[in-house]
C-alpha cells in the first residue's frame, strides 16, 4: 500500500483508475486492529489501488474530505469520489469487504 505524503501525491494517484484511500494514524487503537487485515483485502480487491493516508501528517487534506473518524475509507475512480466508509466506529473486515462490493467495479 503506497503512503501519501502531501496532497499533490494524493490528487495525483486518484486520477487514474479506482483507489481507495484509507485514512488512519498510528496512535488510534481501531486502526492498528485493522492493519493485519488490510493486506488480504488488498489482495482480494487486486483491481483496486489501495494508498494510506496518514491523518495526522495530512490534516489539511481530511477537512478537506470531511474525514472526521479513523479509520476511514474513501473510494476514487478516475478521481472522482464514488463511495466512503466514514465513521468513528472500529471496522471489521467484513464490513470494509461489504463496502468495496457495494462499489460494483467489475475486476480487471
Known amino acids: 500500500m503506497e503512503n501519501i505524503k502531501s496532497i499533490e501525491q ?7 483508475g479506482v483507489t481507495v484511500a484509507v ?3 498510528d496512535w488510534c487503537p481501531d486502526c492498528v ?25 495530512l490534516i489539511e487534506l481530511c477537512q478537506e474530505l470531511d474525514i472526521f473518524g479513523i479509520p476511514s475509507f474513501v ?6 469520489e464514488i463511495g466512503r466508509y466514514v465513521n468513528k466506529e472500529r471496522k471489521t473486515k467484513e464490513q ?13
Open 96 to 108: 470494509i469487504v461489504a463496502f468495496l462490493e457495494e462499489l460494483n467495479i467489475p475486476s480487471k
Open 33 to 57: 486492529v485493522i492493519k493485519p487485515i488490510l493486506p488480504e483485502i488488498e489482495e482480494e480487491f487486486s483491481s483496486y489501488q489501495f494508498v494510506y493516508v496518514d491523518r495526522d501528517e
Open 10 to 16: 494524493f490528487q495525483d494517484t486518484i486520477k487514474t
Open 75 to 80: 473510494a476514487f475512480k478516475e478521481g472522482k
Open 23 to 25: 485514512f488512519s494514524a
